[in-house]
C-alpha cells in the first residue's frame, strides 16, 4: 500500500532559524497536503499541493511538491515560537496517507 | 473552530469493552472520515463515510465499525477494546466540492484501554 514517510522526526531550533521537513511517498500522488497539529490539538490544513514542481508561499512558509510527484518540502524561514508543533504531509492516492510528522521545537 | 464537534473528549475503557464515539461534521459536509492517532504518530486512516455509504477502508480490523446518519454526523465504534487501541480519535470532515480537498479536523476523541 501507499507509504508516506517524512525526515527528520525531530528538529529542534533557536528561535531565527530555518526549518525543512521532507516528505516522500512510495507511489505517485495525485497531490499532497500539509498541516500542522500544536501540542494538545488536533491536525489543521495549510495547504494543498497539485501540479508537478509547484511551489507556493505563506508568508514565511514555503511548500514545494516534486517533478515526479512523489515528493514534497516544507520550508520555514526564520522560525517563531508560534511554529511549534508537529507538521504532517498527507499524500492523496486513493486515500489521504499521512506521514509521521516533524516534530518542531523553537528555543526562544 | 473547524466547526466539526467529537465527543466524548476523554475516556477510559478496561480490556475487552465496547465503546462509541461520535462526530458532528461541518455544516454543509457530506464526508467523514475517521483517524486513529497513536501517541507521537501520524493519523492512521480507519474510513471514510459519504452519503452515510461506507467509501474506503483502512488496514483496520472488523471490530472496528462505523455510521453515518441522513444529518451527515457519523459515529464510530470498537467492540473487544485492546490495550492498543488507546489513542487520539480524530474526525475529519469534508466535501468532495471542495477544491482544497481540505480535511476540517474534530479536537478528537482520546480513549484509554486499561
Known amino acids: 500500500g501507499q507509504q508516506v514517510m517524512q525526515i527528520p522526526q525531530y528538529q529542534h531550533v533557536q528561535e531565527g532559524e530555518d526549518f525543512t521537513t521532507y516528505c516522500n511517498s512510495s507511489t505517485t500522488l495525485s497531490n499532497i497536503q500539509w498541516y500542522k497539529q500544536r501540542p494538545g490539538g488536533h491536525p489543521v490544513f495549510l495547504i494543498q499541493?497539485?501540479?508537478?514542481?509547484e511551489v507556493k508561499k505563506q508568508k514565511r512558509l514555503t511548500f514545494q511538491f516534486g517533478e515526479a510527484k512523489k515528493n514534497s518540502s516544507l520550508h520555514i524561514t526564520a522560525t517563531q515560537t508560534t511554529d511549534v508543533g508537529t507538521y504532517f504531509c498527507?499524500?492523496?492516492?486513493?486515500?489521504?496517507?499521512f506521514g509521521e510528522g516533524t516534530q518542531l521545537t523553537v528555543n526562544p | 473552530e473547524t466547526g466539526v464537534t467529537q465527543s466524548p473528549t476523554h475516556l477510559i475503557k478496561t480490556r475487552g469493552q465496547q465503546v462509541t464515539l461520535r462526530c458532528s461534521s461541518q455544516s454543509g459536509h457530506n464526508t467523514v472520515s475517521w483517524y486513529q492517532q497513536a501517541l507521537g504518530q501520524g493519523p492512521q486512516f480507519i474510513f471514510q463515510?459519504?452519503?452515510?455509504?461506507?467509501?474506503g477502508r483502512g488496514n483496520f480490523p472488523p471490530r472496528f465499525s462505523g455510521l453515518q446518519f441522513p444529518n451527515y454526523s457519523s459515529e464510530l465504534n470498537v467492540n473487544a477494546l485492546e490495550l492498543d487501541d488507546s489513542a487520539l480519535y480524530l474526525c475529519?470532515?469534508?466535501?468532495?466540492?471542495?477544491?482544497?480537498?481540505?480535511?476540517?479536523f474534530g479536537e478528537g476523541s482520546r480513549l484509554t484501554v486499561l
Open positions: 499541493l497539485v501540479k508537478s514542481g
Open positions: 498527507a499524500g492523496s492516492g486513493s486515500r489521504l496517507t
Open positions: 475529519a470532515s469534508s466535501t468532495p466540492t471542495s477544491g482544497s480537498g481540505e480535511l476540517f
Open positions: 463515510y459519504y452519503r452515510e455509504e461506507e467509501n
